[in-house]
C-alpha cells in the first residue's frame, strides 16, 4: 500500500467528502532535531495543508491546496499544530485544530471558510472549555454536531483528573492512572453550538465499555483502551467510536446507540503499522468505506516523519468492521 502523499510528510488524516470529493485535513510533519520523548515533542508541527482527491479505485491524483493555516496566523497559539479536523454546516467550513496556547497548555481552535480547501481564517481565541487534543466533529443525521477530543501523555488528558475545568500540572508527562480494577480515562464529547465555534452545554467523558462484563474498561487494559485519536462514523443507525490504544499500537473501535454513547469494544480495524503512533478516519465515499491511517514507510521508520495511507474496510453481517469482504452465504 504505497501513500497517497509523498511530497510532504503527512499524518493523522481526517478524510470528509465535500463537494463530492474526498478531502483530507492532515498534520504536516516536518524535520527537527527534537530527539523522541513521551510528550511527544517531537512532533513540532507548524502549519495545515489541504489535500483532495476524486477517486481512490481508481486512484485519481491527489491535489496539494497548499498551506491553509499557519502558527503565526492564530493568536493564542504557542507551538504544535497537531491532528486537525474539518466539518461543514450551515454554508462554511470548519478547520478544528489543537495547539499549546502561551502557557503550554493545549487548547483547541476553530478556523473558518468559504470553501473545503481553505483558506481558513482563525477565530482569535481558543474554544472555551476546550483542552487536549484530536478534536474530532460529527454532523448527526439531525443537523446536530458533537466534537470527540482527548489524548494521553503529551495531550495532557490526564491532568484534568479534578475536573473539566482544573489543570493539574502535577499530572503532566507520560502518567495516567493504573493499578487493579481502575477504570481508564475516557475521551470527550461536548455538543457543538449552532455557529460551530463554541460548544453548547458541558463537557462529557466517553464511556467504552468491555463486552464481558458490560463495565468500562480498565485503565490497564493496554490493548482496548482509550489513548489517543478519537473518530466517529455512522453506519446503519449505529454510532462506531474509534481509537488508538497508544502504546500498543492497534486501531480500535465501540459502537453504541448515542452520540454520547456509552460504546460496546467492538473489535480493531488496524494491527500495528511502522511507526510509534496510529490516527485515522472512517469515511464513506461512492458506496464503500475507507480507512485513512499513516504510517512512516516513506521516512523508513523515522517516527515524526508520517505518511498518510488509505484501505478499505467492510462490515460483516453483524455490523463488525472487518477487513476483506464477507462472502455471501445462501
Known amino acids: 500500500m504505497a501513500p497517497l502523499i509523498t511530497n510532504i510528510y503527512t499524518a493523522d488524516p481526517s478524510a470528509h467528502v465535500f463537494e463530492g ?85 493545549f487548547r483547541i481552535g476553530v478556523a473558518v471558510g468559504d470553501r473545503p480547501q481553505g483558506p481558513f481564517v482563525p477565530d482569535p481565541e481558543p474554544i472555551r472549555g476546550s483542552y487536549s487534543i484530536d478534536p474530532a466533529t460529527f454532523v448527526d443525521d439531525d443537523g446536530s454536531a458533537y466534537m470527540y477530543f482527548g489524548g494521553l501523555w503529551g495531550g495532557q488528558l490526564q491532568c484534568y483528573q479534578r475536573g473539566n475545568d482544573v489543570f493539574d500540572a502535577a499530572w503532566q508527562g507520560p502518567k495516567e492512572p493504573s493499578g487493579e480494577g481502575v477504570a481508564a480515562l475516557g475521551p470527550r464529547v461536548a455538543k457543538m453550538a449552532d455557529d460551530m465555534r463554541q460548544f453548547d452545554g458541558e463537557v462529557r467523558e466517553v464511556v467504552i465499555l468491555a463486552p464481558e462484563t458490560g463495565k468500562p474498561i480498565l485503565a490497564d487494559d493496554h490493548d482496548r483502551r482509550f489513548f489517543e485519536a478519537a473518530w466517529m462514523h455512522k453506519y446503519r443507525g449505529k454510532y462506531y467510536f474509534s481509537y488508538s490504544t497508544g502504546d500498543t499500537h492497534y486501531l480500535c473501535y465501540a459502537i453504541g446507540d448515542s452520540p454520547y454513547g456509552p460504546f460496546t469494544y467492538g473489535g480493531r480495524m488496524l494491527e500495528p503499522v511502522l511507526g510509534w503512533t496510529t490516527h485515522h478516519s472512517v469515511v464513506e465515499f461512492q ?15 523515522v517516527d515524526h516523519l508520517r505518511s498518510v495511507k488509505v484501505k478499505e474496510i467492510f462490515y460483516d453481517a453483524d455490523g463488525k468492521i472487518v477487513s476483506e469482504k464477507p462472502q455471501r452465504t445462501s
Request: glycine share 6%; net charge negative; with cysteine.
Open 287 to 301: 458506496g464503500r468505506w475507507w480507512l485513512f491511517h499513516h504510517d512512516c514507510e516513506l521516512s523508513k521508520g
Open 21 to 105: 470529493k474526498i478531502y483530507i485535513y492532515p498534520s504536516h510533519d516536518r524535520e527537527t532535531d527534537i530527539q523522541f520523548n513521551d510528550n511527544g515533542d517531537q512532533y513540532d508541527m507548524a502549519d495545515y495543508h489541504v489535500f483532495s482527491t476524486e477517486s481512490l479505485d481508481p486512484p485519481a491524483p491527489v491535489v496539494d491546496h497548499g498551506v491553509v493555516l499557519k502558527t503565526e496566523d492564530i493568536p493564542w497559539v504557542s507551538k504544535q499544530l497537531w491532528a486537525p479536523d474539518a466539518a461543514y454546516k450551515h454554508g462554511k467550513y470548519y478547520l478544528y485544530f489543537p495547539a499549546r496556547d502561551k502557557q503550554g497548555i
